[in-house]
């Protein structure tokens, strides 16, 4: 049988062979077709999944990514074109080649360039998606300065081919020379990415850093022993001698954002007013010194904390720092540190990083300069702050003046105030409506009123204002109690010094004794607030007191203390749910003793 008879009948053998495919058969078929597609999809899938994942990893470090921002993906490839083009510029510079005479780019301008594009890099990687109009603002400076690099190299490339076609031997030189100064170029670029990785900010193509550490220092106390010891005590422990003033900066801005806990702002007024009486500052002064203190001893605080801390930290290092008021870009109000720093000024907002902090997020508001400033900040009212600091100077232009009641003589100045504390107690007799004389000194206007209590509350005062008559004011003992009376002298600039004097009124033939006692103040759920009026005693008198009968089981542990504004507190009682009898000590400088019983039931 020949070769072609044979394939002939093969053909035939398998045609024969093909029968249609059953029903069942389609259908396996068709569920087989269907698994290998989800197979292969699903394959497809995971593998787009994986470098999905693999990308966001790394780009993980340059921003913080957040689910639902719609921008993410445009954000992202803003952010990136901006990295890469910034690292092309620098490796063309890296790898540009200068001759000796200076005909390309020398070292110094290189050196500025490198610095620059590097603080680029920084602010890029601090700028979340969250400020994406930031990053596009950076997009034209940063594109405004790489043309003006191109610029700059063409120029220089040109004139260096000019001097090739003029002197093949310099060409020869430059060449051999120039593998030197790359390797140098290379070596200093590496070692200003380590110091610029850390810095936000450059002026006159300076680095945040060579700007601190380039800065003229004058360390600066404020003269009040409290804060200045706590301000010592962290510099001690942040900071060694070998530091840079850059390095100190960054150790104590790193501590004060992790050191407080943000609560509302506490302003006290009476608490600053003392602060600067007794140390002869400014109120502005010593309002930061009652915000620093406060801070310290709470460990939170608001924007107003943080801010005169690190002025004072800073201010001790010897840098030229000032608190600043500012509005947010929703008009709230702010306050934030401003440091002068050749010439030009530089923002720390270390509320704003501790937040940024928390966060897990790149410092942001750490040396940004003008144009940054006026982007975060609707505005700014830096030169009134700065003007309101007086550099922790002693107060010159002062209300000095003096009284003499009835022949004692007291003197003090502005604001401060003269109390029972300094021993200022008169003992004098008690006739009803007498007067006592008060002599002053100064051409001002006086206020005087009675105080009845252990304490100064100028919100419960009885005015008797009187104008001199030959500089003096007859004001009339009313109360056989004990009281303080309360002077307020104001000249025509409203300048005001206030005297209190206690006077301890004695009833002729009369015993020391407590002509009352009872408890004033019992809106609190843990403690209540006792007073009690001695009369006839002499010089100081202080009180104490015992529980003679309770029906509360928590008896042992309750204590009675000196307040502030009353006689004594109760504490570690139950205000509204038991019965309490109490006995109240009075003792007098001369050891006179007199006792007051009263029962305490508010149910």
Known sequence: MSKKVKEENKKEKVVKEKKPLTKKQVIMLAIGIVLAIILIGGTIAFVVYKNINKNNSNTENIQDVTEDNEDQTDFEKLKNDLINLINEKLNMLKELVCDEEGSCLDDTSKEEMVTKLNDYLTKINEITDEKIELLDELQKEISSYV??????????????????????????????????????????????????????????????????????????????????????????SQTNSSMSTYQKVMALYDWLTSYLTYVPPIIISEAIQEIADENSLYYNDAQELFLAEN?????????????????????????????????NADGGGHTTVNIKLNGAWYNFDAQGDAKQKSKGKAYYFLGQDEKTMA?????????????????????????????????????????????????????????????????????????????????????????????????????????????????????????????????????????????????????????????????????EVTYSARVLDTTDPNKSNITFEKSKYYTLTAKNVRTHEYYYKIEVTAKDAKGNTATSIFEYNEK
Not at 501 to 512: D, M
């Open 147 to 236: 043309e003006e690099i191109d610029t700059k190299v063409n120029e220089a490339t040109a004139e260096e081919e000019d001097s090739e076609k003029d002197d093949s031997k310099t060409t020869t030189d430059k060449s051999s020379s120039s593998k030197n100064k790359t390797s140098s170029s290379k070596n200093t670029t590496s070692s200003k990415d380590k110091t610029t990785s850390s810095t936000t900010t450059s002026s006159s193509n300076k680095s945040l850093e060579s700007l601190l550490n380039s800065a003229k220092l004058s360390p600066l106390k404020s003269g009040y022993a409290p804060v200045d010891n706590k301000v010592q005590e962290i510099i001690n």
């Open 295 to 327: 801070a310290f001893e709470t460990r939170t605080g608001s924007c107003d904390n943080y801010s005169a801390i690190f002025m004072l930290l800073t201010r001790r290092i010897g840098l030229d720092s000032y608190t600043i008021s500012a509005q």
């Open 375 to 539: 982007k975060v900040y609707k505005s700014i009212n830096r030169s009134a702050s700065v003007s309101r600091f007086k550099k922790f100077a002693h107060q010159e232009d002062l209300l000095k003046t003096s009284i003499t009641v009835n022949g004692k003589t007291f003197s003090t100045q502005t604001s401060k105030k003269i109390t029972e504390k300094e021993s200022n107690i008169m003992d004098l007799t008690f006739t009803p409506n007498s007067p006592i004389v008060v002599s002053v000194t100064s051409n001002v206007e006086v206020t005087a009123y009675w105080e009845l209590g252990d304490d100064y509350i100028w919100g419960e005062k009885k005015d008797h204002t009187t104008k001199l008559t030959n500089g003096n004011i007859n004001v009339k003992i009313e109360y056989p109690d004990r009281e303080y009376l309360n002077i307020r002298l104001t000249d025509s600039k409203g300048r005001q010094t206030d005297y209190m004097i206690r006077i301890n009124a004695i009833e002729s033939g009369k015993p020391f004794e407590i002509k009352s006692s009872h408890v004033i103040d019992s809106t609190y759920d843990d403690h209540f607030e006792i007073y009690a009026a001695a009369s006839n005693g002499s010089g």
